[in-house]
């Protein structure tokens, strides 16, 4: 069965600084990936999604994730942190049904 | 294109009592799924239909959660009773097909259950 590890419960970067957001999954097929967010009372919004097609993916709002398959890997990163990327933002990994990561809450500072 | 829909936002009840969930998803949708997220978790999925059917209810309560989607549209999710542990926020999420693993979810608000 697959499952999804959400490596920093909690991640605080400045405003303007690089974001990473780490996750590696387990799975035994070729899985498809998704990075979700959560905003405070609104609803999950998907950021991107990997399904093996290209290993680089470029999703919303300058977010993207690289799919290693050596590595099981699909970390999320963004050159430059802005205020409002501030939330709570979730791995998933599907074979099928959808299994979620903890969830890493990402803090950025003025 | 309007979202998934979820009533009500807010529900406070005590334990014992029984409570419903109300979801709309996107016009269109064929399969619409239920979602518990306990504070500090991820969600879990609680049950999946296509169209009017249930594909997955495994990690459903049954002695106390019942989920319906009599019409293929809408659903109503019901605890009854309900326990302290179920306190959590409840998504809905719908899709447009049931093709699995690469299928896009679409999320409601979430309703947030408060149970005392």
């Known amino acids: 069965a697959q499952s999804v590890t959400q490596l920093d419960s909690h991640v605080s970067v400045s405003e303007g600084t690089p974001v990473l957001l780490r996750c590696n999954y387990s799975s035994s097929y070729s899985p498809s990936l998704f990075w979700y967010v959560q905003h405070p009372n609104k609803g999950l919004q998907l950021l991107l999604k990997y399904t093996s097609a290209a290993t680089l993916v470029k999703g919303i709002n300058g977010f993207e994730a690289e799919f290693k398959k050596s590595e099981t890997s699909f970390h999320l990163t963004k050159p430059s942190a802005h205020m409002s990327d501030a939330a709570e933002y979730f791995c998933v990994v599907s074979e099928g049904d959808m299994r979620f990561g903890a969830g890493t809450r990402l803090t950025v500072k003025p | 294109e309007a979202g998934v829909a979820q009533s009500p936002r807010y529900k406070i009840i005590e334990k014992r009592q029984s409570v419903a969930f109300w979801c709309n998803p996107i016009s269109g949708h064929a399969t619409l799924y239920w979602y518990q997220q306990i504070l500090g978790q991820g969600p879990k999925l609680l049950i999946q239909?296509?169209?009017?059917?249930?594909?997955?209810d495994s990690q459903l309560p049954k002695d106390r959660f019942s989920a319906e989607r009599l019409k293929g549209v809408d659903s109503t999710l019901k605890i009854q009773p309900a326990k302290l542990e179920d306190s959590a926020v409840y998504l809905c999420?719908?899709?447009?097909?049931?093709?699995?693993?690469?299928?896009?979810?679409?999320f409601g608000p979430g309703t947030r259950l408060l149970v005392l």
């Open positions: 999420a719908s899709s447009y097909t049931n093709r699995g693993r690469k299928e896009t979810q679409y």
């Open positions: 239909f296509q169209n009017n059917g249930v594909v997955d």
